[in-house]
């Protein structure tokens, strides 16, 4: 059964303080692995998609890396409007999602 | 631009009562799903439809029925809504292609008492 666990569960950080989420997996045979911003009341917003070990990807402050058993999502000089939920995905039959890192970026 | 749209936005419903929560996409997705969000749990496929005219289960399907109207709609009812089925319920579509995301509608928050 395919499994996806993301850490720290809570993450805050002040602005301009760069640090990175994780995302772990266990999966049968990795089929790349997709990165989504959640912002409160709304739904998840496709980031990125990582397709094999050690790509990478990125976009303004954000850039996510893959390896074989896990990605992180490095956030450079975040700035408040960079919080929000990040979760993770690993396709299949269905996606299975992580449980997502709460990012806050106080100013 | 709309995307996938749900409704609605809020819900509240007593132990026992039923509602349907409506879902349209506008993007000629074949694919469409239905997840419930909870605190710490991540995201739980309830049912999905691959293809207009199919529906399966996903991880958590008791308690709730699908129907794929046409190839737009999808829909989620609670027959006989419990406590335990408050939660976030969200609606995607996903497009053809091995590495599509999923797209998601913004959500029905749903509370029952």
């Given at each position: 059964?395919?499994?996806?666990?993301?850490?720290?569960?809570?993450?805050?950080?002040?602005?301009?303080?760069?640090?990175?989420?994780?995302?772990?997996?266990?999966?049968?045979?990795?089929?790349?692995?997709?990165?989504?911003?959640?912002?409160?009341?709304?739904?998840?917003?496709?980031?990125?998609?990582?397709?094999?070990?050690?790509?990478?990807?990125?976009?303004?402050?954000?850039?996510?890396?893959?390896?074989?058993?896990?990605?992180?999502?490095?956030?450079?000089?975040?700035?408040?409007?960079?919080?929000?939920?990040?979760?993770?995905?690993?396709?299949?039959?269905?996606?299975?999602?992580?449980?997502?890192?709460?990012?806050?970026?106080?100013? | 631009?709309?995307?996938?749209?749900?409704?609605?936005?809020?819900?509240?419903?007593?132990?026992?009562?039923?509602?349907?929560?409506?879902?349209?996409?506008?993007?000629?997705?074949?694919?469409?799903?239905?997840?419930?969000?909870?605190?710490?749990?991540?995201?739980?496929?309830?049912?999905?439809?691959?293809?207009?005219g199919t529906t399966d289960k996903g991880e958590v399907p008791?308690?709730?029925?699908?129907?794929?109207?046409?190839?737009?709609?999808?829909?989620?009812?609670?027959?006989?809504?419990?406590?335990?089925?408050?939660?976030?319920?969200?609606?995607?579509?996903?497009?053809?292609?091995?590495?599509?995301?999923?797209?998601?509608?913004?959500?029905?928050?749903?509370?029952?008492?």
């Amino acid at each position: 059964e395919d499994q996806v666990t993301q850490s720290p569960e809570a993450l805050r950080l002040q602005e301009g303080e760069s640090s990175s989420l994780n995302c772990s997996y266990t999966v049968s045979g990795l089929r790349g692995l997709f990165w989504y911003r959640q912002d409160p009341g709304k739904g998840p917003e496709f980031l990125f998609t990582l397709y094999s070990a050690g790509e990478e990807k990125e976009k303004e402050r954000l850039k996510a890396t893959l390896t074989k058993k896990e990605s992180f999502l490095h956030i450079t000089a975040p700035k408040p409007e960079d919080s929000a939920t990040y979760l993770c995905a690993v396709p299949g039959q269905n996606f299975v999602f992580g449980p997502g890192t709460r990012l806050s970026v106080l100013p | 631009n709309a995307g996938v749209t749900q409704t609605p936005k809020f819900q509240v419903l007593k132990t026992g009562q039923s509602m349907t929560l409506q879902c349209a996409q506008d993007m000629n997705h074949n694919s469409m799903y239905w997840y419930r969000q909870d605190p710490g749990m991540g995201l739980r496929l309830i049912y999905y439809s691959a293809s207009e005219g199919t529906t399966d289960k996903g991880e958590v399907p008791n308690g709730y029925n699908v129907s794929r109207l046409n190839k737009r709609e999808f829909s989620l009812r609670l027959e006989s809504a419990a406590p335990s089925q408050t939660s976030v319920y969200f609606c995607a579509s996903i497009g053809t292609g091995s590495w599509s995301p999923l797209h998601f509608g913004n959500g029905t928050r749903l509370t029952v008492t």
